[in-house]
């Protein structure tokens, strides 16, 4: 037994000298950065994430991309396109040495079959809602759904499930104005105009896959008669891209390596010839790892928690906050009774806009978020959308004095000993920094205005819950736009919205958002929106409280042609990565 | 022997029969919507109808009728709903062996520093050799596993440069998170081996083989050890327990794609599919380590009768 003790230790000793000796591994990339999370999918009709995203602009070629940093739509897989004069119907021309992974010509069919596969309900896209300012695209979706419902009520039968399908194409192709004309030309026809289409083409949704080896792994399941994706379609050995990279490896929740298409059109423009990403899920990891300069870009710090807060303290070079288009704000129950049944304090909008006075923004950015952001007195986010200047005269700042006259207005003046408000909540998912900035709030509305509320702070998928349900009297918040026109903030607010969670109603609103939609000229139609908001933050069924900044981290002398900015574009493909030696 | 064991194997399935009911019907009961995200857009309800549909979670019968056929049929353990290009076997299949192998280290980590620790304490009681491993022991059990792990990677890692700033791949990874895991089951090892030590030291019979001429080495490592063990071999059953679901800090601080991050996170998004399935793994490894370390322990002393 001694001897083998012995043994055992002298082998450990081995162990560690050999475990301890050893080189570092070299630089696997041109590029490395950290990502936060686990990939959700590649595929992009199907993805919604940021993150996502992020690598689907590598690996698949849009019509239109957004030039850096000037942010206007620069041809991409469209060499030019064409506009007709009431402004619906664009014909795209799509370059001739636009090129699939495995040499095949990109062809104008593959950018209908991807639209085409977004819109069938099937494959269920979160953000297939994008493709419906195309004509017939909205009918053409909802008749697939009913064609589906109709299926699943009968027998399990494959070949009316395929019939069904080739039913279900040939709608598609006689109402959804989408056509391929010839191999390389692209005609879309819209709903009405819409003056932000052209970066709609740059999203995700909006990507080429390549129809050929997609619909090979595609199948029509016969027992609920949808089509079935293989999700394996996107693996490294599987997949064909027409975009600057091509995926190499992908380890999931490891890393992924995208290395050069050289069939990319553009491959001479690119700054970098590969792109390793490290999923690296705790920010003081990836940090450690971004210090020894083993990683370039850190782009997924957290902006609650103090790591952030802490790197902007320290004033460093490489810390790059930039606004963000997006906004963080509380939600107000708008309903004339709660839940429960019993009636709802908040109905009033004087007593909203009383609360919204009670919030004091400037002391919740400089203490407790500490990022520097702006505090919001309107919803869409100041400068963020070209054209457009949110009416931030309608929305309200700290104010305590006039809240609490408007309180008195509404026959709550407990201050002076006469009704109480009561009843009120602050609801908030737990773990991202809300407590504090709920318990400022709570404080300083006691202090202030002598209105008392309680803090129910609810795990993420409870928290949403509720607030789907409307079971809240007041919700935290945050929005973030998905293009650059105040809709995709504005739309929130139409009345059974899917998304209107203070179950705001005004049919002034609607009205003229309606409007707005069919207003062709953009100047009077900003002025429509902008009208549309302010009524909207009169009447405050939300009170915004400050703008979300990005947090990035890179040295900008070795990162060259990374241009933060609100609307977080990016053009990985330029970015420039000069190594130092001794790095 | 054998009896035992043909007794566990009919009660396995029973177990793990259990364990899959209980926890269907809590994965079923947590709030929330795995299809929605809480923040941001909502997909119109026609296209939370079609998800539900294609998931089969409109209902929990069809939906655990579905499961089990699939299950049962082609061991197929069905669709992540929060990674949808990830199937669950294919998550489990490339998680599993990571933390499979990190928790076999850990554990070889915690054997070693606990048969050291305790021997060393029998031997050389007070002295700073004991002592100090005794030190090392309390630290491992007192601090958590993220501070342990931290300062590791901290002083390892980043200071010295000795070893990787987390990660996986070689063998050179695997150092410190084995040994943040390992040090708290270790400790505990330590101490049953030093309380199992001191007793059986002071045993009649141990005391005749003193006096029949035995060095007290000897006698240790002949006769003590083995009866001093037994206690260890019957806490490696919820050491593995321990190790395997504490692996989820470790893999966090780590940044090790490990399956243990799956356990918490899997619940937090209501992915039913993925926690039934994690949950099943887990089961059955923990039910045969235990049966391993039964059968072990019935072995090892024959007056045990463990029917």
């Known amino acids: 037994m001694r001897w083998l003790l012995l043994a055992i230790l002298v082998i450990d000793l081995v162990i560690v000298a050999w475990l301890f000796t050893g080189t570092q591994s070299q630089q696997e990339a041109d590029f490395i950065f950290v990502c936060g999370t686990a990939h959700r999918r590649l595929d992009p009709q199907r993805m919604s994430w940021g993150i996502d995203l992020r690598i689907a602009e590598c690996l698949f070629d849009p019509l239109t991309r957004i030039k850096l940093p000037e942010m206007v739509v620069e041809p991409a897989a469209a060499e030019r396109w064409q506009v007709s004069e009431d402004g619906r119907t664009y014909t795209f021309y799509i370059r001739s040495n636009a090129r699939w992974s495995n040499g095949d010509p ?8 991807a639209w085409r596969r977004a819109l069938m309900p099937d494959l269920v896209a979160d953000y297939s809602q994008l493709l419906w300012v195309i004509d017939g695209a909205e009918r053409f979706h909802i008749w697939r759904q009913r064609q589906l419902m109709e299926y699943a009520a009968g027998e399990p039968d494959p070949e009316i499930a395929k019939q069904f399908y080739h039913d279900a194409l040939d709608k598609f192709d006689k109402w959804v104005a989408v056509r391929a004309q010839g191999d390389k030309t692209l005609v879309v026809k819209l709903v009405r105009p819409v003056h932000y289409f052209l970066q709609l083409c740059a999203f995700g949704t909006y990507m080429p896959v390549h129809q050929l080896t997609v619909e090979s792994q595609t ?34 929740k490891r890393d992924l390596l995208m290395v050069a298409n050289p069939h990319y059109w553009n491959r001479a423009a690119m700054g970098n010839q590969s792109i390793l990403e490290l999923i690296i899920q705790n920010p003081a990891n990836a940090l450690m790892l971004y210090e020894m300069g083993q990683v370039h870009w850190l782009p997924d710090i957290p902006s609650s928690g103090a790591i952030a807060a802490d790197l902007l303290d320290q004033r460093r070079e490489d810390v790059h906050i930039a606004a963000a288009a997006g906004t963080y704000f509380y939600n107000f129950n708008c309903k004339s009774t709660l839940l429960d049944g019993s009636d709802n304090p908040l109905a009033d909008p004087r007593v909203r806009r009383a609360l919204a006075m009670g919030i004091d923004r400037p002391s919740i950015v400089e203490n407790i978020t500490r990022l520097q952001q702006r505090p919001a007195k309107s919803f869409t986010p100041f400068g963020a959308i070209p054209g457009f200047d949110p009416p931030r005269e309608a929305g309200v700042s700290f104010d305590p004095r006039r809240a609490r006259s408007l309180l008195a207005e509404a026959g709550y003046d407990s201050i002076h000993g006469g009704k109480q408000l009561k009843g009120l909540s602050i609801l908030y998912n737990t773990g991202s920094g809300h407590e504090r900035i709920a318990q400022a709030i709570k404080r300083t509305w006691e202090h202030e205005l002598g209105v008392i509320v309680k803090l129910e702070g609810q795990e993420v998928a409870s928290f949403g819950e509720r607030l789907k349900n409307h079971d809240f009297t007041i919700a935290r918040a ?100 000069n190594s130092v030696a001794g790095d | 022997m054998v009896h035992l064991i043909l007794m566990r194997l009919i009660q396995t399935p029973l177990i793990l029969v259990a364990i899959f009911m209980i926890t269907f019907v809590c994965a079923w009961l947590i709030p929330g919507d795995p299809l929605e995200r809480p923040e941001g857009q909502r997909p119109p309800i026609e296209i939370r109808v079609a998800m539900a549909k294609q998931y089969n979670l409109d209902s929990p019968g069809s939906f655990l009728t579905g499961y089990v056929h699939n299950l049962l049929t082609k061991f197929d353990l069905g669709p992540s709903l929060q990674y949808r290009d990830q199937r669950v076997n294919e998550i489990i299949a490339s998680g599993l062996p990571v933390s499979a192998l990190l928790g076999v280290a850990a554990l070889l980590v915690a054997l070693h520093i606990g048969l050291v620790a305790g021997v060393l304490g029998a031997l050389r009681p007070g002295t700073i050799l004991d002592l100090s491993s005794l030190g090392v022991a309390v630290v491992g059990v007192s601090l958590p596993t993220f501070v342990t792990g931290s300062i590791l990677l901290v002083v390892f890692a980043n200071l010295l440069q000795l070893a990787p700033v987390g990660g996986w791949g070689t063998a050179r990874h695997l150092m410190l998170p084995s040994l943040a895991l390992g040090l708290l089951p270790g400790a505990y090892i330590a101490r049953l081996v030093r309380l199992g030590l001191a007793d059986v030291m002071a045993s009649d019979y141990i005391r005749t083989a003193l006096a029949k001429g035995l060095s007290s080495r000897g006698v240790l490592f002949k006769h003590a050890l083995k009866v001093a063990f037994l206690p260890v071999l019957s806490y490696l059953g919820p050491a593995a327990a321990f190790v395997v679901t504490g692996s989820f800090v470790v893999e966090m601080v780590f940044a090790i794609p490990g399956m243990g991050e799956h356990f918490v996170n899997a619940v937090l998004n209501k992915d039913q599919f993925l926690i039934l399935g994690v949950v099943l793994v887990y089961s059955v490894l923990l039910v045969l380590f235990n049966l391993v370390v039964d059968v072990a322990y019935a072995w090892l002393d024959p007056r045990i009768e463990l029917t």
């Open chain 1, 219 to 252: 199948t029509i399941d016969r027992h609920s008669g949808r089509l079935v994706q293989d999700p394996s379609w996107t693996n490294p050995r599987k997949l064909v891209c027409n975009g600057p990279y091509v995926l190499s490896r992908r380890r999931f």
């Open chain 1, 478 to 577: 945050g929005w973030f736009g998905d293009y650059r026109d105040p809709t995709t903030f504005l739309d929130k607010f139409r009345t059974g919205n899917g998304n209107n969670d203070a179950a705001y109603s005004n049919l002034a609103f609607d009205r003229l958002m309606q409007d707005a939609s069919s207003e062709l000229h953009p100047i009077k139609r900003m002025a429509i929106l902008r009208q549309a908001e302010s009524l909207m933050l009169l009447e405050q069924p939300i009170a915004p409280i400050y703008q979300y900044v990005n947090f990035q981290m890179f040295k900008k002398d070795h990162v060259k042609n990374m241009f933060p900015n609100p609307w977080n574009y990016r053009r990985l493909e330029l970015v420039e990565v």
């Open chain 1, 106 to 113: 990109v062809k104008a069919s593959d950018f209908v079959y």
